[in-house]
T-cell receptor, first 113, second 112 residues
Framework: KAGVTQTPRYLIKTRGQQVTLSCSPISGHRSVSWYQQTPGQGLQFLFEYFSETQRNKGNFPGRFSGRQFSNSRSEMNVSTLELGDSALYLC????????????FGSGTRLTVV | QKEVEQNSGPLSVPEGAIASLNCTYSDRGSQSFFWYRQYSGKSPELIMFIYSNGDKEDGRFTAQLNKASQYVSLLIRDSQPSDSATYLCAVNRRTSYDKVIFGPGTSLSVIP
């Protein structure tokens, strides 16, 4: 059974640019959650999608957005990048009905210079 | 008050000892509780989850939940050097969908 696939693995962007990250969940999983992980803040919840609908959103500015497609694949977008957006972005897949736990992807390491 | 709190550590235990990792949470309505392990440079991986008060055992791991005290713990028996990692406590505040909040993690070092 294929795991959670995140692309790209690494990104270097310049301040002010925008970036799109992709996540393909485990087959049959309908929920995709996104987290930002930094050494200082740990894992911070960004948002959760289920059946193409955003069900939850964390406390991040509107520059952070996402969507989910009918095949459950999800993308997140960060516009007007800031240095502080440098982080590991993790996608987590679950069946979505009162989770029995996540399976995480390998993450996308974003560096903003 | 943070939603999920853990001692940051590092916690050091000798090989073969019991490692005890603790977590408290603020939302009394929280429904499910998880422990993840994260090796340096890797993604978190689920160790176990618990929903009901009491103990739940899986191999060398035991999760303990006390909802009245808003407290979750993870015991690792016969600790091995390969258990050296950061352990993340996570809490799902809802039953019907996922809004999982993670604690900051506790770094565990098992000394051979």
């Amino acid at each position: 059974k294929a795991g959670v696939t995140q692309t790209p693995r690494y990104l270097i962007k310049t301040r002010g640019q925008q970036v799109t990250l992709s996540c393909s969940p485990i087959s049959g999983h309908r929920s995709v959650s996104w987290y930002q992980q930094t050494p200082g803040q740990g894992l911070q919840f960004l948002f959760e999608y289920f059946s193409e609908t955003q069900r939850n959103k964390g406390n991040f500015p509107g520059r952070f957005s996402g969507r989910q497609f009918s095949n459950s694949r999800s993308e997140m977008n960060v516009s007007t990048l800031e240095l502080g957006d440098s982080a590991l972005y993790l996608c987590a897949s679950s069946p979505g009905q009162g989770s029995s736990g996540y399976t995480f992807g390998s993450g996308t390491r974003l560096t903003v210079v | 008050q943070k939603e999920v709190e853990q001692n940051s550590g590092p916690l050091s235990v000798p090989e073969g000892a019991i490692a005890s990792l603790n977590c408290t949470y603020s939302d009394r309505g929280s429904q499910s509780f998880f422990w993840y392990r994260q090796y340096s440079g890797k993604s978190p991986e689920l160790i176990m989850f618990i929903y009901s008060n009491g103990d739940k055992e899986d191999g060398r791991f035991t999760a303990q939940l006390n909802k009245a005290s808003q407290y979750v713990s993870l015991l690792i028996r016969d600790s091995q050097p390969s258990d050296s990692a950061t352990y993340l406590c996570a809490v799902n505040r809802r039953t019907s969908y996922d809004k999982v909040i993670f604690g900051p993690g506790t770094s565990l070092s098992v000394i051979p």
